[in-house]
């Protein structure tokens, strides 16, 4: 009964979270400087061609229209259609005329579920590799603190927090790709083309696991109730694995939520540099050629899924241990 009350209550949290998120995002984007009518029919039409093309999108009724037209269009599961990609995937790029209004643009919910599971794969990937790094360094640092392996801890973390993404993902290519024809670099035609973007994300990531893991074991070493395993002859192996570790999987599992959240929203930079045509990818590219109806779909859905994640997470914590408060 109690998780029921927790599950209804999240989701009404995330229902008013995905609102004021659509809310703000569909605000912003028409608030900012530009038309994207200018550059759908291109810098060259006469004025009255961009106002008659904006009037038929709809785009010169009041905001708070809009709004409404878009949010009973969502309600329906409809995130509405792009303004520059048609069905056959081609992008218009102002050149030749393409109506945004035409029944074979293709739908914003088409081009979010191609890319949603290949940032996924990488999101996954990703946070494998750098659990593989995370694990031994952050474990080891916690259980000697005061020793080589917490001082190996706090230098790689710093050293990895330093990195630059789009730097590492640079020198990883011109190293791995150009000069050693190891792994491929750029697109995607199969899993070898998630190794290198998922190797720069883990980098990324791996200095926050190994910080948590570090600091929350090493308190957990501390408390009492070790003492008193230790007091009562529990191996070590006992005392780490079934006791430190399953308390300090709370903290964990809540910063694995966080990065797999950020991750699924949008992995920008990593995706762009790769070619990777996943979620990143595509809010790249959609912004850069004002295609509201994208924008507003990739920051609902990336919304919905970090609510979920939430939620999962919060369950998990909870069958770890069951003090933690829903």
Request: charged content about 15%; proline content about 6%; glycine content about 10%.
């Amino acid at each position: 009964m109690y998780i029921l009350e927790f599950l209804l209550k999240r989701i009404a949290q995330g229902f008013v979270i995905i609102f004021l998120t659509s809310l703000l995002i569909f605000t912003l984007l028409r608030v900012v400087p530009g038309d994207p009518v200018r550059l759908i029919v291109g810098g060259m039409a006469p004025d009255n061609v961009v106002e008659e093309v904006a009037t038929k999108m709809g785009l010169r009724d009041p905001i708070i229209v809009q709004y409404g037209r878009y949010m009973w269009g969502l309600l329906q599961g409809d995130l509405g259609q792009s303004y520059l990609r048609p069905k056959s995937g081609m992008i218009s790029q102002g050149g030749e005329y393409v109506d945004p209004t035409r029944a074979d643009m293709a739908a914003v919910t088409d081009l979010i579920l191609e890319r949603v599971p290949l940032t996924l794969q990488l999101a996954g990937v990703s946070l494998v590799f750098a659990c593989l790094i995370a694990f031994p360094i952050g474990i080891a640092g916690g259980l000697r603190p005061n020793g080589w392996p917490g001082m190996l801890a706090f230098a790689t973390q710093s050293l990895f927090v330093s990195i630059p993404n789009f730097w590492l993902a640079i020198i990883l290519i011109l190293l791995l790709s150009v000069q050693l024809g190891w792994l491929p670099a750029l697109g995607y035609r199969g899993f070898a083309y998630v190794i290198l973007p998922a190797i720069v994300l883990a980098v990324e990531i791996a200095p926050f696991l190994i910080r948590t893991l570090t600091v929350s074991l090493g308190e957990i070493m501390q408390s009492h109730f070790i003492d008193e395993a230790r007091v009562r002859g529990l191996p070590k192996r006992r005392i780490v694995y079934g006791h430190a570790l399953r308390n300090a999987a709370v903290p964990l599992a809540n910063l694995l939520g966080i990065q797999l959240s950020a991750l699924i929203g949008g992995v920008l930079v990593v995706e762009y540099i790769f070619d990777y045509p996943g979620l990143g990818h595509l809010t790249v590219n959609s912004v850069v050629n004002r295609d509201f109806p994208t924008i507003q779909g990739i920051a609902i859905t990336t919304s919905a899924v970090f609510v979920f994640v939430n939620i999962i997470v919060d369950l998990i914590s909870y069958s770890i241990d069951p003090r933690v408060e829903l």
